[in-house]
């Protein structure tokens, strides 16, 4: 059955799991446990080299990867100029999404067009592994438990807000993509803040 072209496509919770334990392997791997991942720096450390760029309004991101010279692989990531340190750490772990999840054979293009983000299943998939990378459970709760005991000791309420803020300060990611995660991973739930 062909999906309609106006359909959003969304990330099951099997498939966010596997894309929570890929991403923490994938951190492990590389001794790269710190919240607030320097990004670009574990990238070019794998070869990708990472610039700003004069982009379309609706493109934030590109992906250009050409192994076909085995001896100097072209791993390139562009991020849109004038985007905030948050947004391009974001945009540049969904374009390292693409080519961990969506490599087929030596040569891979991708751009994360913000105008059909939810009406596409690769760029969906991308924007969840981005989410897993930047900000891993195994990292997250944690820290999120923490930050919640102390402030009962304290006798302070914590609000969703509260944690929304302590993720985005924490993990230097952008408001919107905290209060993701924290839905995603239900962490108002699992620590009895209201949502």
Not at 115 to 130: G, H, R, S, T, V
Not at 175 to 182: E, L, M
Request: negative net charge.
């Amino acid at each position: 059955m062909k999906k309609q072209e106006n359909e959003s496509f969304s990330i099951d919770e099997k498939k966010l799991e596997l894309y929570n334990e890929m991403a923490w392997q994938e951190r492990v791997s590389k001794k790269q446990m710190e919240p607030d991942i320097d990004i670009s720096s574990y990238l070019v450390n794998q070869g990708f080299e990472i610039i700003r760029a004069d982009l379309p309004d609706s493109i934030t991101g590109i992906l250009l990867v050409d192994e076909t010279n085995e001896e100097k692989p072209l791993k390139v990531i562009a991020i849109k100029k004038g985007k905030e340190k948050p947004q391009s750490r974001f945009i540049v772990a969904h374009e390292y999404a693409h080519a961990f999840l969506h490599k087929k054979g030596t040569l891979q293009f991708a751009h994360r067009d913000y105008e059909n983000l939810a009406n596409n299943q690769q760029e969906q998939e991308a924007e969840a592994f981005a989410r897993c990378f930047l900000m891993p459970k195994e990292l997250i709760i944690p820290l999120c438990t923490k930050f919640k005991e102390d402030r009962d000791l304290v006798n302070k309420k914590t609000s969703k807000e509260d944690l929304i803020e302590f993720v985005r300060n924490n993990f230097d990611v952008t408001v919107k993509k905290a209060n993701q995660r924290i839905r995603e991973l239900k962490i108002c739930e699992e620590l009895h803040v209201p949502c």
